[in-house]
């Protein structure tokens, strides 16, 4: 009987590597050495889904067995066998992390970012092949060559037209099913593509460049046929693997240019993603933000996760108000709220079901010549976590429409039924603009649906916009009728689809509102009648505040929000300006 395999104990500023064979009945060895991180030599790092099997397959390391999961197991025996045949050292964070050792595992989850960073290669493995995976990886690489080539989003039934297997051909669920694979969806694997230098795609025996992958997966969205290739059906952020190897070209772009990410985005892009500890939402994040950040929140596993998820969601509030990025509070809309966590700390555990509102022209608390960091002067105190802020009171609101809108594409996909829920509830809206401002199609009613998209990227005239929005409106009553959709002449249509876009990104998650000085808005779910639109200094959309009833002074957080009219401090009206005053938000 072979002995089991012990760790022994790594330096701080060591890592191990794995040099892994295989024979010809599959059977797996690895010999386990540890280097000085920075004299390593070059090596591969694997990037995978764990899993939530218990280890039920083994391997020989240094002639000794370890026990690891079916999904690792896969891996190991596909990418050293031909026709890979992985020839460098590899580090696997299963094996080479000592997981068993809670401060070897803090130390060696805080080098993560620096192991990604400097592995010669990443290779993700997406699994087994499997639902005509093959196919998929076969096709993708064509498709980056016909889809940049069609200028609007096909009709499903077209797709033959342009040079594409047709709608109802094995290709398109095969891509379907291979984007909702779990790497896709799993935290970790974000940081893992992100920060490497080069990233090999594996599924089964068959290999791809992480940027085909990426330009298929964007030009698939772009063009609305992601939405096709699930059959139509609702599936969540972490099921989009469309979506997210998009997310991961932004993030690769961006960190090429600046040289790390925002911390508040990551986070908003963490809880989309799945994790087995609610704290990694946070340590999965800080390898690609700034050292202010990794200095400011300590990564530890000694204690129970449940008790220090929330302390864990407080320390990154306080860190982002700490480093000037206001931008936190954006994340704070549309989550589930938790007792002991402040109400402008962002549950980093509950879903965001609000999209977060963010233009570059949105300025609501900063002057044109302003930035935040030279205007935002937040501040959080230690003994009770609450945050202490300037700005003044704009408006109230006065009336809500209670429908919520329906999260779906105005165009791609949809049914009878949804078109017409989209336009119950868009009529609803209409009718409190309506009554708002006394006008029949009020331009600030189209103004807030878009979130103003006439100023970035559209730049439109008002009277090309209202077109837009009669166009859109025609074609849900036409699918609503049954009659399928009806698209705009195609000089109209790139500005069609624009609108429809920004439509669900303000929207999706949010309440339509009408204020007491005549304005409209889209703002939390969880607003209602009295409560107070406030802009806060040195923060870029206008806040929603709620008095605490029995503490006079103090405030709670509800979100963000749209409010046409009140988007650009230069250009508030001074009548919708309050005295400067100091919110403690609790």
Request: proline share 5%; hydrophobic share 40%; with cysteine.
């Amino acid at each position: 009987m072979t002995n089991t395999f012990n760790y022994s104990a790594l330096p701080d500023d060591s890592i191990r590597l794995l040099k892994i064979s295989s024979n010809a009945a599959g059977d797996i060895f690895c010999e386990v050495s540890n280097f000085i991180f920075a004299q390593a030599p070059r090596f591969c790092a694997l990037s995978y889904t764990w899993g939530t099997d218990v280890a039920t397959e083994s391997m020989l390391c240094n002639g000794l067995a370890m026990q690891i999961k079916a999904n690792l197991h896969d891996a190991i025996r596909t990418l050293f066998s031909p026709p890979i045949s992985l020839d460098l050292p590899i580090w696997i964070d299963a094996v080479c992390i000592n997981q068993h050792d809670d401060e070897e595992k803090a130390v060696q989850v805080s080098r993560m970012g620096d192991i990604y960073r400097k592995a010669h290669q990443v290779v993700a493995w997406l699994g087994p092949s499997g639902k005509d995976s093959d196919l998929a990886m076969e096709w993708f690489e064509r498709l980056t060559v016909a889809l940049p080539l069609i200028q609007f989003p096909p009709p499903h039934h077209q797709l033959g037209r342009y040079g594409l297997p047709e709608a109802d051909d094995t290709i398109w669920p095969a891509i379907g099913n291979l984007f909702r694979r779990p790497w896709f969806g799993r935290l970790w694997t974000f940081q893992e593509a992100v920060l490497a230098a080069d990233l090999l795609m594996i599924c089964g025996r068959k290999t791809i460049s992480s940027e085909i992958l990426i330009a298929a997966a964007k030009e698939l969205r772009r063009l609305s046929i992601d939405r096709w290739c699930v059959g139509l059906q609702a599936i969540g952020n972490h099921e989009d693997g469309f979506r997210a190897m998009e997310i991961v070209d932004g993030a690769k772009r961006y960190l090429k240019t600046d040289g790390q990410l925002s911390f508040p985005n990551l986070l908003a892009v963490a809880c989309s993603k799945l994790c087995l500890d609610p704290r990694d939402r946070a340590y999965g994040m800080l390898g690609m933000t700034g050292k202010g950040f990794q200095d400011r929140i300590q990564v530890s596993y000694s204690n129970d996760p449940s008790q220090d998820s929330i302390q864990t969601s407080i320390d990154c509030a306080k860190a982002c108000i700490g480093e000037g990025l206001p931008a936190i509070l954006r994340l704070v809309a549309g989550r589930q709220r938790v007792p002991g966590l402040p109400s402008w700390c962002p549950n980093l555990n509950s879903y965001q079901y609000a999209n977060q509102l963010q233009a570059n022209w949105y300025r609501a608390g900063l002057l044109i010549e302003e930035t935040e960091a030279e205007v935002f002067r937040g501040k959080t105190t230690a003994a009770n976590n609450h945050l202490v802020i300037s700005g003044f009171q704009a408006d109230t609101v006065s009336e809500t429409v209670a429908t919520e809108y329906p999260s779906l594409s105005l165009i791609a996909g949809l049914k009878s039924a949804i078109a017409g829920d989209l336009l119950t509830w868009e009529a609803q809206c209409l009718a409190l603009a309506q009554k708002i401002t006394s006008e029949t199609v009020p331009m600030g009613h189209i103004y807030t649906l878009t979130g103003d998209a006439r100023q970035e990227p559209l730049h439109t005239e008002d009277e090309d916009f209202h077109q837009a929005y009669v166009d859109l409106l025609a074609n849900l009553i036409s699918i609503a009728q049954g009659r399928g959709s009806t698209l705009p002449p195609r000089e109209r249509r790139e500005l069609f689809h624009n609108m429809a876009n920004k439509i669900r990104r303000i929207c999706g998650g949010r309440r339509y509102f009408g204020t007491e000085k005549g304005c409209l808005g889209v703002g939390p779910l969880e607003l209602k009648k009295g409560d107070t639109v406030c802009v806060l200094y040195g923060t870029k959309p206008p806040y929603i505040l709620r008095e605490v009833e029995e503490k006079t002074g103090e405030w709670l957080l509800i979100g963000d929000a749209f409010v046409n009219g009140l988007m650009e401090l230069s250009e508030t009206l001074k009548r919708a300006r309050g005295p400067d005053e100091s919110f403690t938000i609790v």
